[in-house]
């Protein structure tokens, strides 16, 4: 009996609460179809981070940072009768850093929420992964909390800038608070917000700041930072009479003539 050791790379990649998972091809020589976190194998001339790098773009065609080792997972695969491969896989914490998702050399791909890794039949060099991320990031008690009830729930996907407008300053008349909201308090308030928000992440290195939001709490917390910022920007267009999707596209073209691509493409300044 030989077996042949292969030493892989993968990545946990987050996006906030999300995490993203790919679908081996048909063809592939183990365990096709099966899902798994991508990567592949570390060629001699690199360390392990950089081939996570390399392949993630390869396969996906978007980049990560690559933070510290998450799990260290060993499986064997019995090739034939004679032969295995003993596959040992270095697993980092990543986070999403730029770019588009495209399935280029995988069969499919999902991001995905911690507690729908069950619904998804994963490689069996991946299962202690599944286990450890389940066991320090899932929340069971958060998932039995009833949901608030609301009038409307609201998505990107299905929401226009004027209903968001249109349900905040009913949410501001409802309590007479229009006497209140004065250009001068609102844009203070605005500034106020995004303090706060800037706390959640004030002492974080980059990686780590793009990795903060994969807690649950933590999320939301960031998440309702962010909603107050924006409230109070929708609010001071309602006092000011201002047409926001207007104002931005106005500043996204004159940014666009101050901006050229052919000069500032990957950098931010001269």
């Not at 998932?143 to 905040?168: M, N, Y």
Request: with cysteine.
């Amino acid at each position: 009996m030989r077996s042949q050791i292969i030493l892989v790379t993968c990545g946990i990649i987050w996006r906030g609460r999300e995490l993203l998972i790919a679908q081996r091809k048909p063809d592939s020589a183990l365990e096709p179809l099966k899902w798994e976190f991508p990567g592949g194998k570390i060629e001699f001339t690199e360390d392990p981070p950089r081939a996570l790098r390399r392949e993630i773009k390869e396969e996906l065609d978007f980049e990560i940072d690559v933070g510290d080792i998450f799990c260290v997972s060993s499986h064997n695969y019995q090739v034939d009768k004679q032969n295995t491969k003993h596959v040992l896989m270095l697993g980092y914490t990543c986070a999403y850093r730029k770019g588009e998702a495209v399935a280029r050399d995988v069969h499919d791909f999902r991001w995905i929420r911690v507690e729908d890794l069950d619904q998804f039949d994963f490689a069996a060099a991946d299962h202690p992964i599944v286990e450890k991320i389940r066991a320090e990031h899932s929340h069971p008690d958060r998932g039995d909390r009833e949901q608030p009830q609301a009038e409307h729930l609201l998505s990107d996907d299905k929401c226009s800038v004027r209903h968001l407008k249109r349900e905040v300053n009913r949410f501001v008349s409802e309590r007479d608070w229009e006497q209140f909201h004065s250009p001068k308090n609102l844009s203070m308030s605005i500034t106020i917000e995004a303090a706060e928000l800037m706390e959640h992440f004030q002492w974080a290195t980059i990686t780590e700041s793009r990795l903060l939001t994969n807690d649950p709490e933590k999320f939301e917390e960031v998440a309702q930072e962010i909603a107050d910022i924006t409230i109070y920007v929708l609010s001071l267009c309602h006092m000011l009479n201002l047409d926001l999707s207007d104002a931005i596209s106005t500043k996204l073209r004159l940014n666009r003539e101050k901006y050229p691509l052919e000069k500032y493409w990957g950098k931010y300044t001269d």
